[in-house]
């Protein structure tokens, strides 16, 4: 039997009737989120409140790639795919032949994120749910609050799986499973861990759809990629040879291999882990959103692998729905809530069916809490000051800036996030020492208010500033708003 499940007669009328108002429904809510945090999300960048780490580093890294030079991101101080296998933005780089402007990508984001209500909606049509059930899904997941705080976290190209994955089941349902395979390809070109969301997929793909050859085939795809990234690209191109995010996870090894047999042979431990107080409440959050995914614990479980990495990881942002690494187990979540109101529908009689639109309803409601609310949108009230002090440097000039003022200088071959070069601090790889460009550097671009609650950069200013070095440098602006220093 083939993977599509919807009746010819169903096919007939998919664009008609109830459907077809239900579908204009779902595409009115998608052109609503994505205005509201288009809108957001600029007017943050514009008011100089989006960092260095991470989007500067892929905003400069595309702005080499797509002026041909070698992608080694000063802001880093690391090469593009040495910090993580993102090829996929050798593919993004027309974007930015037309229009070299941050801004782009951060809309590049709101609009691949939004792509995922009409795609939901028409896997609810493939599988047999009614109109009504579907789009409010595809509406309930809008406001689940892992969604919306992807916004919030500007650019990250893993962000683009979501509809590459729920593109690639739409296909499969509709009988092009090798069309899938092709969006899977991408998807694995987004970052190197993306493996461990495709290969489960690949896997399902092959039992519950009954496409085994291409299911096997996405699978196949997602070991190789991941074995390639992290047993050769990664170390290759790592300043130490070694894969640089591994420390991670040292409780269980330092290597890709000691790592996964140091989780196997510690199962209390990786118990542990999974059921600390920070993990628990992201699995709620995540998932308690979502309610109807419940139901369908088989589809949930394809989030299982890159919820156990982020789980098990130190790095605490893993397990905090506000940033990017929940991006995996909002697909899984997606599929599952999909599937599992089917389940539900099945088995309802009566008023089950409104049982469970209301359900759905008051979750996604109850998803606004943990949300990002207005304060998280913001940033400078005015910043004619701060663009006054970036418009005096010139567009080839080496800066060290302040990290929210640096994402407004990115496009250009040599900028560091102050302290940097004078004393580094995220910079390169630990136990590597590099060679200090600072004398290269011909502006200093900070915002005090961000200097005062960071004392390492700090220290550097004051001896900066402080004869005989102090002399290098005029001060050209000092307010309250902004220090621009100028070698003389």
Known sequence: MSAPTILHSERSAARTGTDGLFRAIVWAGTGVFAAIHAALIIGRYHQFGIYTFDFGIFDQGLWLLSR???PFITLRGLNLFADHSSYVMVLLTPIYWLWADPRVLLVLTVVAIAAAGPLLYTIGRHIGLRPGLAAAIALAFFLHPAVRWQTWDNF?????????????????LDGRPWWAVGLICLALLTKEDAALVVVPFGLWVAWQCRERTAGLTMAGLGVAAFTVNFLVLLPHLSPTGDVLYSGRYTEYGSTLLGIIGGVAANPGTVLGDITRPEALSYLRDMVLTAPTSLASPIVLALGAPI????????????????????????????????YGARWLQDRARGTGYAAIITVIAVAAVAGLGPGPGRGAWGGIDDA?????????????DVVSASSTLAVHLAHREKIYRFPNPFRELDYGTPGISYDAAAAEVEWIVLDPAQMASFA???ETLTELRAPPGGVQWEAVISSDEVLLLHRR
């Open 456 to 458: 390492y950069a700090t």
């Open 307 to 338: 919820t156990l990495a982020n789980t098990l990881s130190t790095h605490i942002y893993q397990i905090d729905i506000r940033y990017h690494y929940t991006a995996y187990l909002l697909a899984a979540t997606g599929i599952a809530a999909l």
């Open 68 to 70: 041909f030079e070698d």
């Open 384 to 396: 004619t000051a701060l663009e006054a002090a970036l418009g005096r440097i010139g567009p080839d």
């Open 156 to 172: 990250h190209p893993e962000a683009l799986v979501l509809p590459l994955l729920l593109g690639a089941l739409v296909w499969v």
